[in-house]
């Protein structure tokens, strides 16, 4: 470990063009469960599975029971950016990170100070009308109860990216560029069992794949440089 370490602080310190590609396990350091791990909202018993609940046609169908899910599970109170954010901030900060590409919906790395960040599956601290397309203040959506309606009578929905729904292709086409052109790309809390966003990192063209999760993932044998520990932490350290 302290050997990983100390190279990803040395590769890290001779670039000035890294990316950063992550995952839910990015947030669970900030007491945000993830989906995949065995405590992970995709073990937890509900009365649909949440990749059913999370998709386009279960939001239309029931956003009752949608709503129910969304604000017990999706929804953390008083949640903080962790080590990991803080020191992503940090990096671009200092002009060595180019960009967070994250597939978390919970805004930690604005709130940690990033500013390039690639939202691919949207954020829940945005709110809209799912007929007429007015945008919403999150609260209400967020903290409220019952369905949330617009004046025009449509459901508010959150800007998220529901399975069934495409992902927005301008940030689709972003993402890719600053994979492509990265010198490292270090991907971190992702399972990567969810497409397409797991497949943007196909793009990466560098020799610094650095792959920092828990658990293993398809990806391990491509990695250049593996970390089975705790984001935070890792990134506490370099
Ligand atoms: P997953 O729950 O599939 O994977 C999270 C990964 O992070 C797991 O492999 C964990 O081992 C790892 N992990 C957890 N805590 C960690 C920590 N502190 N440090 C390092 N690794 C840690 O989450 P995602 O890959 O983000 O999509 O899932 C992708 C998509 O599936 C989500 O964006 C969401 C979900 O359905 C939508 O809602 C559209």
């Not at 990316?19 to 669970?28: E, K, M, N, P």
């Not at 029971?65 to 999706?74: D, I, N, P, S, T």
């Not at 790395?109 to 709110?127: D, P, T, W, Y």
């Amino acid at each position: 470990m302290e050997d990983k370490i100390a190279q990803l602080r040395q590769m890290i310190a001779d670039s000035d063009n890294i990316v950063f590609f992550g995952g839910a396990g990015v947030s669970t350091e900030s007491g945000i469960p993830d989906f995949r791990s065995v405590d992970g909202l995709y073990n937890q018993k509900w009365k649909y599975p949440p990749e059913t609940i999370l998709s386009h046609s279960f939001f239309e169908r029931d956003p009752e029971e949608y709503y129910r899910f969304h604000r017990e599970k999706l929804v953390v109170d008083g949640v903080k950016p962790n080590r990991a954010h803080l020191r992503l901030a940090q990096l671009e900060q200092e002009g060595k990170l180019k960009a967070v590409i994250t597939q978390n919906i919970d805004g930690l790395h604005q709130a940690a100070g990033s500013k390039n960040v690639l939202e691919l599956h949207g954020s829940i601290l945005r709110a809209y009308c799912s007929r007429c397309r007015r945008p919403y203040p999150a609260e209400e959506m967020n903290k409220g109860q019952g369905v949330p309606r617009c004046a025009c009578g449509g459901v508010i929905r959150p800007d998220i990216v529901l399975y069934e729904e495409p992902l927005d292709n301008d940030i689709v086409r972003s993402a890719i560029a600053y994979i492509r052109n990265a010198d490292i790309l270090i991907i971190g809390g992702t399972s990567l069992n969810v497409y397409p966003a797991a497949g943007l990192i196909n793009y990466y063209r560098g020799k610094k794949l650095v792959l920092i999760n828990l658990s293993e993932t398809p990806y391990d044998s491509y990695a250049d440089l593996i970390i089975h520990e705790k984001i935070g932490e890792v990134f506490s350290r370099v």
